[in-house]
């Protein structure tokens, strides 16, 4: 995985928006996963198709943070997503 | 609605196949097993009952072991198999107690051991009625939710019947695995038999707080109380999982949620009624 994969949602994953924050649930296991701030801005960006280094350019647009930290951020929050069945590639 | 009967006592034998789910006291002891069998569900309870309940919820029959009285099996299937199975008719219950406040009436979710009932006992015997002491069924109506009421009666603990004087409620026959008191609504407790507008929820959080405090719970917090605290009979039943998943997210979309943390001190049930009272007075 790098900054130009684009990720997909799996068809067993579900979100939902309330408020300003998600939800996602996954139908395979039963986990339920809460996402915030950052976490529901890159869920976003990957649900509209947009590789990781276009997420990673809206947290630098969003947020005070530089363009490589945000990547690696990024990298990693969709890393833990992945491993836990809540992205696939 | 349930179509419901008690076969005549049996063995509890043993299950061929592994339950697919076990709710589990904290000291690791089962209190309910749940296996599928060929057209359903088979619930154990352990040296109490079994319980078939047909796939779609709406037959549910008793087996009780030898030994285990009327009132006990009355109560494993009004407290724990009606919500069940309802659930699997597509209607889930939540974890709450509800009480009626300010033209409206408000739920305290928690799991047991919260302060469900003691807070709704204290509510009840004050003034206000309550609906149900932990099995909150709602329904939609006009982009409003209803609190339905559920069985006339609430459970408690010796000491929050002493701490509350309800020496005037009647008693329901004891049952056989708990010490709580189950009782039954009348002249000091009183209940609500009509569905009621839903004006908030509470989730009761035991952080042994200094003051009352009353805060709103963040987006997806508020969408986890509810799931969390839902009955759901087969939580391997992808359908039914995602439908739930909109059901508790429409919830929590229309009904205000909120934390809420108070000290665990009968002296001080008058003052947290008095918080919610006022704070459930602005949501109107």
Redesign the interface.
Known sequence: MNLDTKLNIPP?V?S????????L?D??S?I?F???GVGMKIWESVAEGQTLAQAAAVIVDEYDVEEAQAQADVLEFAGNLVERGLLSR | MIRYSVAPARVQLQVDSEPFHRFEFDDGTVWTEFYRTGDGYLLRFPELADFDVSADGTEVVAHPVEGTDEATIEHLYINQMVPLALSRQGKPSFHASVVTVADGSVAFLGKTGMGKSTLAASFALNEAAFLTDDSLLIEEQDHQCLAMPSHASLRLWEDSVDALVCDDAAKSAAISYSNKARLLAGNALTFNEAPVRLLAAYELIDNDPSEISITPL???????AW?ENSFLLD??D?DL??RH??WT?RI??LVPTFALEYVRDYGMLADVRQAITTHASTLI
Request: proline share 0%.
């Open positions: 067993q579900m939902r928006l309330v408020g300003d924050e998600t939800v649930l139908l395979a039963g339920y809460g996402l915030d | 963040s987006g997806s917090a508020r969408h986890m799931i939580i391997e992808r999982l995602a998943f909109d997210h929590a979309s």
